[in-house]
């Protein structure tokens, strides 16, 4: 089952299997709360937003579309409950900073660009897909990307930034459309 891709395992556990979504859990979990406690700076609230991201995953799990790579969609579903967060937080007088997050103003319009940019993700090539979510995603260094795809660092530097180039065209030509 650990071997099976993210998406295999979404469209495992939106039939019912509890064990791809504990492997999935097992892979991003960690990612996950640390995206979460980088951007809030309150310990009981990244624990509490970090429950509620799981909580959303399981009641969306329909909602997850075949040509949609999991990790990017996890992390949307994140961004949108730590903005949540922001939104009750700001009804309330005890307000905690939280870091590098747009104001609500222009949360829809972001949200909107991260779905597109994780839905044009996954029409870039394997390799490069790979690459772009290691390196912006990971935060791993080319060093790291070299070696997890056995290829130079050189070599790990181009899919990137053929990645880069090839989504940047994929979201002009949507655009355009």
């Known amino acids: 089952m650990s071997q099976k891709s993210d998406e295999e395992l979404m469209m495992m556990y939106q039939i019912g299997s509890e064990e791809a979504f504990r492997v999935l859990y097992q892979r991003h979990a960690s990612k996950i709360l640390g995206f979460i406690k980088s ?15 799981f909580m959303k995953l399981h009641r ?10 999991v990790l990017p969609w996890l992390f949307t579903i994140t961004k949108n409950a730590i ?25 829809t319009e972001t949200h909107q660009n991260f779905t597109d940019l994780a839905y044009q993700l996954a029409n870039v090539p394997p390799q490069q897909r790979a690459a772009i979510e290691m390196r912006y995603v990971d935060g791993k260094t080319f060093e790291d990307i070299s070696a997890a795809l056995n290829t130079s660092k050189v070599n790990a530097r181009q899919l990137i930034s053929r990645g880069l180039s090839r989504l940047k065209y994929l979201i002009k030509e949507e655009d355009k459309s």
């Open 39 to 53: 951007k809030v700076r309150s310990a009981e609230r990244s624990h509490d937003i970090f429950q509620e991201v």
């Open 60 to 69: 969306s799990k329909a909602l997850y579309k075949k040509n949609l790579l």
């Open 83 to 107: 903005v949540d967060e922001v939104r009750k937080t700001k009804r309330t007088a005890n307000q905690t900073p939280i870091d590098g997050l747009e104001l609500p103003a222009a949360e």
